[in-house]
């Protein structure tokens, strides 16, 4: 799992942080949780020194809600204070890298 983010650490932590970050957003219980953890920690190995990798509970958190995020788990990738692109389904492999390659402006 990655490390959990809260309300009250998201804007330093992942939004306005130096490094870009990948946020999924999960409600505990989901069966698509794990698909989604077990894709990203791919690319953790592979981006994890450029690309902060954050989780968020849903259910104990009001960001997610104020993001307009309605279907979990969702992936959102930031940089510079702007949300980049979303990933409100199961992305592919080929999806997720091409949104770390445009934080990173490969």
Request: aromatic share 14%; net charge negative.
């Amino acid at each position: 799992m990655f490390e959990e983010l809260t309300d009250k650490d998201i804007y330093d932590r992942a939004i306005s942080a130096e490094k870009p970050a990948v946020v999924v957003f999960y409600k505990p219980g989901s069966e698509k949780n794990q698909e989604i953890f077990q894709l990203l920690s791919k690319f953790q190995l592979i981006y994890g020194d450029k690309v902060n990798f954050f989780s968020m509970n849903a259910e104990e958190n009001s960001t997610p809600e104020d993001l307009g995020i309605f279907y979990f788990p969702t992936v959102l990738y930031f940089r510079e204070t702007m949300e980049l692109e979303r990933h409100d389904y199961t992305p592919t492999e080929e999806e997720i890298d091409n949104a770390i390659r445009r934080l990173l402006r490969l």
